[in-house]
């Protein structure tokens, strides 16, 4: 297997090695063993399901959530020679007849379709009629009520393992936190599986996080004037505010598009067609837009509000930088971001999805705040531990800052808390030390004890950084009814074993803009203009193809081309991603642009 594995990847795929768990990936798939993979956006999750399916007789049914993203995979293996099709809605009778033709003849080796496929009438039959090799479930954490992103629709693919017993399941995700992770075996019946996960760190994203300022339209400015003709996407929070911030950036002459599930579906598919065809640089969308967007070069994400969770946050920074190339993402946040989330969840019943919803939420803001490297608490939040990034996040990269020694405001939280037997939420305890004539505070005797009104010094707001800072160093934690409970970290602090700073500015009454040094970009190795040059033929190629620019070659590939300026068709397919069937189709175009460049520079020196 592994060398015909091998010969697969580099005349198909165009890669001369795997990426790291690739390789494992393929093997078990192969042997037939259940897989599940948990690999960051740009970790290359496609090919290990992708190249199983051309070792293995019979068809590899892969489950996807979105149309859109089936229809532009099922694009570009076609470019690269593989049998694939997809079944959808967004296809003719006649179309879907066809296609039901190619399975029943053993003609195709990978059918796409989206979970709620399973409910239609026949399509099972024609699965037990079929050979089928394996099921591929991507974006496996829709799987879990845990996950961000649960559909019921996915729920329901555990009659897979009572219908096909003997059939294999790969799922896949970038996002799954352990809970999640065991939720997705269980629910999906799986007998053993194999288990790769791979770091949560993406080396190549620089991350940032910001408190709002007004708006936030002159921040967005600011930051994206970094960008000039790469591609970007914009979350905003409401359909509103995607297409008030889109017509903003229109009339400041940035190609901008709004994309909201509102929209009629007309104009969000012409939305997507232009940012997926590089026909506008910058798509400003609710979370609507994105899950498994597979354009490789989008370069920054900024979000204008405070996301959900910490995995919703990651899944949509996600989507920069898919080729490895170094890209961006910006949070900006308020105060106001985190009250409007918390009466969404005090909507929700009570029981341990809310208490759920309020833990993540917590974890959000705390991550918002924090003074800590963003890339550790990422990697904590999925259940990894690492050291800080030191060069890839504002906080690692950002200058020293005033320290405030908050030892004894931490002392006298804690013995609030202790005194009042861990019972209590943050804003009761603040009540305590405020001396508030609450009726709670009364009723429970706690105006009698000697911690009440002691931290009368402080404003309510800054009492709640202190608590927000004694979260992130892990001195405090949240007991099952939201009640703080004091840590092993808590008790040195209280004894006067530790102490505790924050940065000087945290400690104002209102939020101040923060001044985080950016770190410069790598200067560029390759010729700017040699690589416009080659996405003009790219983009050209691609129009006459009808498919999107990326799928014609990677801005990786151009770059390295760029740089190498191939002469000859051996020096071509030794850059990465050109493979065999991609030259026969593309590479004499930019193998001759190549030659012509190449004398061009000759001639100019």
């Not at 297997?1 to 093997?27: C, D, N, W, Y």
């Not at 996407?233 to 911030?245: D, K, L, Q, W």
């Not at 400690?507 to 700017?528: F, T």
């Not at 193998?591 to 520079?601: D, G, M």
């Amino acid at each position: 297997m592994h060398s015909e594995a091998a010969k697969i990847l580099e005349s198909v795929f165009g890669h001369t090695q795997f990426r790291p768990l690739q390789k494992e990936a393929v093997e078990v798939s192969v042997e037939g063993r259940d897989l599940l993979m948990i690999l960051p956006t740009g970790g290359g999750k496609s090919l290990c399901y992708q190249l199983p399916a051309l070792l293995k007789d019979g068809v590899t049914v892969v489950i996807s959530p979105l149309l859109a993203l089936m229809h532009d995979q099922v694009c570009a293996l076609k470019l690269q020679g593989i049998s694939a099709e997809m079944i959808g809605s967004m296809q003719s009778a006649a179309q879907v007849s066809e296609v039901i033709q190619k399975v029943r003849s053993g003609d195709l080796k990978l059918l796409y379709v989206a979970p709620e496929r399973f409910a239609a009438y026949g399509f099972i039959e024609l699965l037990q009629q079929a050979n089928v090799a394996s099921f591929v479930i991507d974006e496996a954490h829709c799987v879990s009520e845990w996950g961000h992103e649960f559909r019921e629709d996915y729920r329901k693919l555990h009659l897979l393992k009572e219908i096909f017993p003997q059939v294999p399941i790969a799922a896949f995700t970038a996002t799954a936190t352990p809970q999640v992770e065991k939720d997705i075996m269980a629910q999906l019946a799986m007998e053993n599986p194999l288990r790769l996960r791979g770091s949560v760190f993406r080396k190549n994203l620089l991350v940032n996080a910001k408190p709002r300022r007004g708006d936030g339209k002159e921040q967005l400015l600011d930051f994206i004037s970094r960008f000039e003709n790469e591609s970007g996407i914009v979350y905003t929070f409401t359909r509103n505010s995607a297409e008030t911030i889109a017509a903003f950036l229109q009339k400041r002459g940035i190609k901008a598009m709004a994309y909201h599930a509102r929209l009629p579906a007309c104009e969000r598919q012409a939305a997507y067609h232009a940012f997926i065809h590089d026909e506008v640089d910058i798509i400003v969308a609710t979370v609507a837009f994105g899950m498994g967007i597979d354009k490789s070069n989008i370069r920054y994400v900024v979000h204008m509000s405070m996301p959900k969770t910490l995995e919703n946050y990651y899944q949509e920074i996600g989507r920069a930088g898919r080729d490895g190339l170094p890209s961006e993402t910006m949070l900006l946040y308020s105060a106001t971001d985190a009250a409007q989330r918390a009466s969404l969840i005090e909507e929700l019943e009570e029981g341990p999805y809310r208490q759920s919803a309020f833990g993540k939420l917590e974890k959000m803001i705390s991550y918002c705040r924090s003074e800590g490297c963003r890339h550790v608490q990422i990697a904590e939040y999925f259940g990894e531990s690492m050291t800080p990034c030191r060069t890839h996040c504002d906080n690692c990269t950002a200058p020293e800052y005033e320290s405030r020694d908050i030892t004894t405001e931490a002392k006298k939280a804690l013995s609030a808390i202790y005194r009042t037997d861990q019972r209590f939420g943050k804003n009761h305890i603040i009540d305590l030390l405020r001396g508030s004539k609450s009726a709670k505070i009364s009723q429970f005797g706690h105006d009698r004890l000697s911690v009440y009104g002691i931290g009368s010094n402080l404003s309510r707001v800054q009492w709640e950084v202190v608590f927000e800072r004694l979260l992130e160093v892990g001195a405090l934690a949240r007991g099952a009814h939201r009640n703080l409970a004091i840590t092993a970290v808590g008790v040195s602090v209280l004894k006067g074993k530790e102490s505790l700073t924050i940065r000087a500015d945290r400690m104002s009454v209102k939020e101040k803009p923060q001044s985080m040094k950016r770190r410069e970009d790598e200067p560029m190795e390759y010729d700017r203009e040699i690589f416009e040059q080659l996405r003009m033929l790219r983009k050209e190629i691609a129009d006459e193809n009808s498919v999107p620019a990326y799928i014609v070659f990677g801005d990786r590939t151009l770059k390295e081309m760029a740089v190498r300026l191939p002469q000859t068709k051996a020096q071509m397919l030794e850059i990465n991603g050109v493979a065999e069937v991609k030259y026969a189709r593309f590479g004499e175009a930019f193998l001759s642009r190549c030659q012509e460049l190449s004398k061009a520079l000759m001639g100019s020196g």
